[in-house]
């Protein structure tokens, strides 16, 4: 999948990655698809629940190893 931003969160656990992510996303333009980068296995279901409830488009993980690839399009809510 084809990121616009990459955020890097390797070696941070939860709730770094979501609270970082949440710093990125508020730079990004509507549309625009955020790609988290993590190795905390929590964020498989927190990205998920955070999009939810943030009005966020969970697109996707890709996992490798123990390594996450989180995909996120901002939506308005």
Do not use: H
């Amino acid at each position: 999948m084809k990121a616009d931003v990459t955020l890097d969160c390797t070696g941070l656990y939860c709730p770094m990655p979501i609270i970082e992510a949440t710093d990125k996303m508020r730079k990004l333009e509507m549309g625009q698809v955020l790609e988290v980068l993590s190795d905390d296995k929590g964020i498989r279901t927190d990205m998920p629940a955070w999009c939810e409830s943030t009005g966020n488009e969970f697109l996707g993980i890709e996992e490798n190893d123990g390594e996450y690839k989180v995909y996120v399009r901002k939506r308005a809510r």
